[in-house]
C-alpha cells in the first residue's frame, strides 16, 4: 500500500525552527517528486516546496522562499522540510503529496501534520 | 505566477441537482489542472486529473472539462457524500503547482 506518513509537527515561537519530515512506503520513492502543502485552519491548500527525485531541483513560492528548505534521503524514503524564521502565518496543517511525474496531480496525500506559530 | 480562480465560493445544493463549478487560469495552462475534493477534518483526494482524466476510484457522476484557461468539474448527480469543499491546481510549469480559492458545496 501506498503510504505517507508525516511527522515533526508541534508550537513554536515566531522566529523560530521546526524541521518536518514524512517517511514514504509502496513505490518507488527516489524516481519521483515530492512536494509539501500546508492548509491554514479555515483557509485553502497552498503549495511550499517540491523537489525532483534525484532531490538536485528544488522549488518555492515566493511566501517561503529563503526560509524553507525541502531535502530527500531516498535511501531511506524519507522527505523533509526545513522551515526557519519562523512567522504567524505560518500556523497550517502541512501535508506531504507525491505526484506522479514533475508536473502532475498529486495523487498521494499523507495524513499532515500540525504546526502552530505562535508568541 | 499563473493564479487559479474559482467560481463560486460557495453553492447550495439538493441532492440530485447537476453541480458546475468553475476554474480560470490567469495564463494558459493547455490541459494541465487537476480537481480534489475536501471533506472537513480529511486529506485533499484527487478526483479529476489532466482536466477530463477521472481517476481510479472516483465515481462516474463526476467529470471535468475545458482547456487553456477556462476548466468546469461536474457533478451530475449529487449525492449526500459529495458535500465538501472542491479545489482545482494547474500543474503548467515544472515543479511548480498553483490551487484556487475553493468551492464550497454544501445544502
Known amino acids: 500500500e501506498v503510504q505517507l506518513l508525516e511527522s515533526g509537527g508541534g508550537l513554536v515561537r515566531p522566529g523560530g525552527s521546526l524541521r518536518l519530515s514524512c517517511a514514504a512506503s509502496?513505490?518507488?520513492?527516489?524516481?519521483?517528486?515530492m512536494s509539501w502543502v500546508r492548509q491554514a485552519p479555515g483557509q485553502g491548500l497552498e503549495w511550499v516546496s517540491a523537489?525532483?527525485?534525484?532531490?538536485?531541483?528544488?522549488y518555492y513560492p515566493d511566501s517561503v522562499k529563503g526560509r524553507f528548505t525541502i531535502s530527500r534521503d531516498n535511501s531511506r524514503g524519507t522527505l523533509s522540510l526545513q522551515m526557519n524564521s519562523l512567522r504567524v502565518e505560518d500556523t497550517a496543517i502541512y501535508y506531504c503529496?507525491?505526484?506522479?511525474?514533475?508536473?502532475?496531480?498529486?495523487?498521494?496525500w499523507g495524513q499532515g501534520t500540525m504546526v502552530t506559530v505562535s508568541p | 505566477d499563473i493564479q487559479m480562480t474559482q467560481s463560486p465560493s460557495t453553492l447550495s445544493a439538493s441532492v440530485g441537482d447537476r453541480v458546475t463549478i468553475t476554474c480560470r487560469a490567469s495564463?494558459?495552462?493547455?490541459?494541465?489542472l487537476a480537481w480534489y475534493q475536501q471533506k472537513p477534518g480529511k486529506v485533499p483526494k484527487l478526483l479529476i486529473y489532466?482536466?477530463?482524466s477521472l481517476e481510479s476510484g472516483v465515481p462516474s457522476r463526476f467529470s471535468g472539462s475545458g482547456s487553456g484557461t477556462e476548466f468546469t468539474l461536474t457533478i451530475s448527480s449529487l449525492q449526500p457524500d459529495d458535500f465538501a469543499t472542491y479545489y482545482c491546481?494547474?500543474?503548467?510549469?515544472?515543479?511548480?503547482?498553483?490551487f484556487g480559492q475553493g468551492t464550497r458545496v454544501e445544502i
Open positions: 503529496a507525491k505526484s506522479r511525474s514533475v508536473a502532475d496531480a498529486f495523487d498521494i
Open positions: 509502496g513505490f518507488t520513492f527516489s524516481s519521483l517528486a
Open positions: 523537489i525532483s527525485g534525484s532531490g538536485g531541483t528544488t
Open positions: 495564463h494558459t495552462i493547455s490541459r494541465w
Open positions: 489532466d482536466a477530463s
Open positions: 491546481q494547474q500543474y503548467n510549469s515544472y515543479l511548480t503547482w498553483t
